[in-house]
């Protein structure tokens, strides 16, 4: 193909030049924050899998690598290919067990990239930080870093002698930048949609941390109870946040021409510290206090003339409300068909929670909850059953969606259950 199709380097799995392949059609990359990364196209050839591509990105003039994970052959039909991030070897390397303590970003980096053959790059400060790594892949382990030390990533890889000479993970604490796209969005406007996501709005939330033994007046364990950290020894005795402004717009109404609070819960199972703890919770609060909304949108419906990438910020002007909402937000997702021109579709605004977010957030929940409850005996078996049913509720639908509306609140009803270990006996 012509135009601004990328060439597409093909390798085996081996990293030996085999030659290039010949799309039969467009060629379709997707990428989001913190999610998936995909190159698809109808293909002359029929690469094996695990195979490699290699292709310069014409927009950006960055390499990129993708791995054959699954090709679909018909009679008589090209070859439909789909290779995701070489990240995706990361999936065949395995942690039995990691305690990363009192660590920069660039030591948990090394410690998760260890034996593999990708080194770590750090931009900017990230404080020190740790988390428990158990029984994991590699990559699920380094999404777990990024989400502790509050960073996202993307692959570099370096290209020498026509092959990859280097694979290295970029961590930055934003990807993208401010090159002045602007949206505006009106009532008639074409290629264009607006979401509003169906995520409760919540004004205020209680913060649970760790649970924690409970000791008698001279700090010796009492045995047989735990109870989950509060924050209101630092927060005039009030275990909640809340933000009046969102509850007057958000809130419940009381009967008598007023406004409640939305009341919500956030757990962090790995927080010890109050002060922290509260930080956190204001933290969780900003994001909940109001509507997740979102912009579909064509490249051709966004003004400035400019590239736009992953992560990137855009202006957004909509006037479909009253008064109109003026915002930056940033690109969470983007979808690009390399053909005879490109053509690009954007995901603005509200960062979706991934398939891989929406499992992770649980198991870090239940491996909490089973560290408990390993030491209480009889209640291991029960415990056991309801991590499965908690397991199970919040699979993802092929394709990667985030579960229904009502698994998710069962989800967290369940794991808020398991949460409670105060009738468990040590």
Not at 209 to 220: H, K, M, S
Not at 277 to 303: F, G, I
Not at 368 to 396: H, P, R, W, Y
Request: aromatic share 8%.
């Amino acid at each position: 193909m012509g135009g601004t199709a990328p060439t597409l380097f093909w390798f085996d799995r081996a990293d030996e030049r085999i030659g290039i392949l010949h799309p039969a059609g467009a060629v379709e990359h997707r990428e989001e924050l913190g999610g998936e990364d995909v190159l698809s196209f109808p293909c002359l050839e029929t690469p094996e899998k695990y195979d490699r591509i290699l292709w310069r990105d014409p927009q950006d003039g960055r390499w990129r690598e993708h791995v054959v994970v699954r090709t679909d052959e018909a009679l008589g039909a090209a070859c439909e290919v789909y290779a995701e991030s070489s990240l995706c070897d990361l999936l065949g390397s395995y942690v039995e067990e990691e305690r990363v303590s009192g660590s920069g970003l660039y030591g948990a980096l090394g410690v998760v990239l260890e034996g593999t053959r990708w080194q770590a790059s750090t931009l900017g400060w990230f404080g020190d930080h740790g988390c428990y790594i158990y029984h994991v892949n590699r990559l699920a382990a380094l999404r777990r870093v990024c989400e502790v030390w509050g960073c996202e990533i993307e692959p570099a890889i370096a290209v020498s002698g026509g092959c990859v000479s280097s694979r290295t993970v970029r961590a930055v604490a934003a990807l993208g930048s401010w090159r002045g796209a602007r949206l505006e969005y009106g009532r008639n406007m074409a290629g264009c949609t607006r979401t509003v996501a169906e995520d409760e709005v919540f004004t205020a939330l209680y913060g649970y941390g760790a649970g924690l033994p409970v000791v008698d007046e001279t700090g010796a364990f009492t045995g047989g109870y735990r109870r989950k950290l509060t924050f209101g020894e630092v927060n005039g005795g009030v275990d909640w946040v809340g933000d009046d402004e969102a509850r007057l717009l958000w809130g419940l109404p009381d009967g008598s021409g007023g406004r409640v609070h939305r009341f919500g819960e956030v757990t962090f199972a790995d927080v010890e510290d109050p002060e922290v703890l509260l930080a956190r919770t204001q933290e969780a609060l900003a994001e909940t206090c109001a509507p997740l909304v979102s912009y579909e949108v064509d490249a051709v419906a966004l003004s400035g003339a400019v590239f736009v990438g992953l992560g990137d910020e855009v202006a957004v002007v909509d006037s479909s409300r009253d008064p109109a909402w003026r915002l930056r937000a940033r690109v969470v997702r983007r979808v690009r068909l390399f053909g005879d021109a490109v053509e690009a579709r954007y995901s603005i605004g509200a960062v979706p929670r991934t398939a891989f977010a929406e499992r992770s957030s649980v198991e870090a929940r239940v491996a909490a909850v089973e560290d408990v409850a390993g030491a209480a005996g009889d209640t291991v078996a029960a415990v056991g059953a309801s991590v499965a049913a908690i397991e199970q509720a919040a699979g993802v639908a092929a394709g990667g969606e985030v579960p229904a509306l009502a698994t998710k609140e069962y989800v967290a009803q369940q794991i808020a259950a398991l949460d409670d270990l105060s009738g468990v006996e040590f």
